[in-house]
């Protein structure tokens, strides 16, 4: 816990790594999110141009709903791009599929995931209705194959065991691991961006075995991702 690093390595690592050195570096402006998207192993013009994609089909979305706020697309590059792209650190390329990503919104983080590791099946769930067109609209135009938009509560989703859980704003820890439980195994890599609450987050999840700890954000030097797996409810056999 605290940013110990003990998240699982061998994905993207930007311009120092993925060691410890790489998750203390702050990304502070477009200049130097740009930078260390272009660092990362996953990075190649295909990769490029469909993040390029998703930011001119947001900007014009966002004229038609409120996916981001005007302020943080002023800096969509840090600010949603290299936030979503972080996860990327802690999850190996061979085992990262299926992924699945709750209340995917606007997109993030799960059509950043898509847009670089194309080659992962990716499950983003959302319930809302305008999101889930939007959300379909970006995938179809970035040509993602392999991206499943679900358009459901996520109580309603089909039981399904994956390799990796993401969520970003979409519930407090506890209540998000109650649902969610049900689609993890104990080698289910769960990331969870969730700001200045992370550490709170974590102290008072409570009736679960896991193995989750807070890491330090690349985009914001006042906010965590919780990172880590699941075991079983406290008295229940694994």
């Known amino acids: 816990r605290g940013g110990t690093g003990h998240g699982r390595g061998g994905g993207a690592g930007g311009p120092a790594g993925s060691g410890t050195a790489a998750r203390r570096m702050i990304l502070t402006d477009e200049s130097s999110a740009r930078a260390w998207l272009e660092q990362l192993p996953e990075w190649d013009a295909a990769s490029e141009t469909r993040l390029t994609k998703l ?3 947001l900007a014009e979305e966002n004229e038609r709903q409120n996916l981001v706020s005007a302020a943080s697309f002023g800096e969509v590059w840090r600010r949603h791009i ?6 990327l650190v802690h999850v190996s390329r061979g085992t990262c599929s299926p992924w699945l990503d709750l209340g995917t919104g606007a997109g993030f983080p799960g059509l950043v995931i898509a847009a670089l590791r194309p080659e992962c099946e990716l499950l983003l769930v959302e319930s809302r209705k305008r999101r889930v067109e939007w959300l379909e609209r970006a995938r179809i135009a970035m040509g993602l194959d392999h991206v499943r938009v679900i ?3 996520l109580e309603q989703v089909e039981t399904r065991k994956v390799c990796t859980i993401s969520a970003r704003a979409f519930a407090p820890l506890p209540r998000l691991v109650e649902l969610s439980a049900r689609f ?7 990331l969870l961006p969730k700001g200045r609450s992370a550490q709170q987050e974590l102290d008072e999840l409570s009736g679960w075995a896991h193995k989750f700890h807070v890491e330090h954000s690349l985009t914001d030097p006042d906010a965590g991702l919780i990172v880590g797996t699941l075991g079983a409810r406290k008295g229940n056999k694994p």
Not at 82 to 87: E, F, G, R
Request: hydrophobic letters at 40%; a negative charge.
């Open 184 to 190: 993890s195994t104990a080698e289910t890599v769960w």
């Open 55 to 57: 930011v001119s089909l």
């Open 151 to 153: 358009g459901s509560r």
């Open 82 to 87: 290299a936030d979503s792209a972080q996860l």
